[in-house]
């Protein structure tokens, strides 16, 4: 069974300080299908539980998915160590549902650490992510010689939880599957996210207010460099300046997201 595109590996989506000083225990995420408008109005499709400690390390993330209002998955990975340097953590992972059948999530084992580059193995399929750390090692033909890589691996320039440059090879020299990341200046933030997948590319842009504070994204797909579809995607805030809702418009329209906040006393 297939699961979705999360790295539940690299569990470095929150900053830890923000966490523990919002004092916040759970954060539950929950995704929507259906008319744009009060919460009630949507059929429930997802929902993703995080749980962190009093310092804002993660706990422990849930995820069920549901179909005409039936659960079909609940799986909870679980990680006993904070992050690495490099962003990874060990973890646990467990199917409540479907313990003989388990969804396959993206997770990996690590391999080796050089100061020059890392080396995970993916745990369902045997795949290897090659993270090139330092310029001079990052280009194809340093790639190939170092590892060899399969068509199913994916080399990724710069560290695990900030990449600037993620694809794969074929015919041993050609690059498919190209992603390309910008940050805001001195960040690890997310300024925009460029991918092409032959015919298409897309291209992912974070908006952002005068004060900094993040508005939402625009989703734009090309063919050929010729503009097809995009979705716009905005945040509200809560009364804690944390955000609450995400709605969508364009191709997506009608989908929302919600969080909702339970804090520690």
């Known amino acids: 069974m297939a699961g979705d595109d999360l790295n539940y590996s690299f569990p470095v989506w929150f900053n830890d300080s923000i966490v523990s000083k919002a004092k916040i225990r759970t954060l539950e995420h929950k995704w929507f299908a259906g008319v744009a408008g009060a919460e009630s109005s949507g059929e429930l499709q997802k929902v993703r539980r995080y749980t962190f400690d009093e310092s804002g390390n993660l706990l422990s993330v849930q995820q069920q998915r549901f ?56 745990d369902h399929t045997g795949d290897f992510l090659f993270c090139l750390l330092e310029k001079e090692f990052q280009g194809i ?15 990724q320039y710069g560290r695990p939880y900030k990449p600037y440059k993620r694809y794969q090879i074929e015919n041993l020299v050609e690059e498919k599957n190209v992603s390309r990341f ?62 609450d809702r995400l709605t969508h418009k364009g191709m997506r329209n009608g989908k929302y997201e919600t969080f909702e906040y339970f804090f520690f006393e």
């Open 182 to 243: 910008k940050y805001f200046e001195g960040s690890s933030e997310l300024r925009y996210q460029k991918s092409a997948n032959y015919p298409f590319s897309n291209k992912t842009y974070v908006t952002v207010a005068k004060n900094g504070r993040c508005t939402g994204f625009v989703d734009s797909t090309f063919s050929a460099d010729e503009y097809l579809k995009r979705t716009v995607s905005t945040f509200t805030y809560n009364k804690r300046n944390l955000p």
């Open 67 to 122: 179909y005409e209002n039936m659960e079909v998955e609940n799986i909870t990975f679980k990680y006993n160590e904070v992050p690495d340097q490099l962003g990874y953590a060990p973890l646990v992972t467990i199917d409540s549902l479907h313990p003989e059948d388990a969804v396959e999530y993206t997770t990996y084992s690590k391999e080796m650490y050089q100061d020059a580059y890392a080396i995970y193995e993916k």
């Open 141 to 155: 033909v340093a790639v190939d010689s170092l590892f060899g890589p399969t068509p199913s691996d994916v080399i």
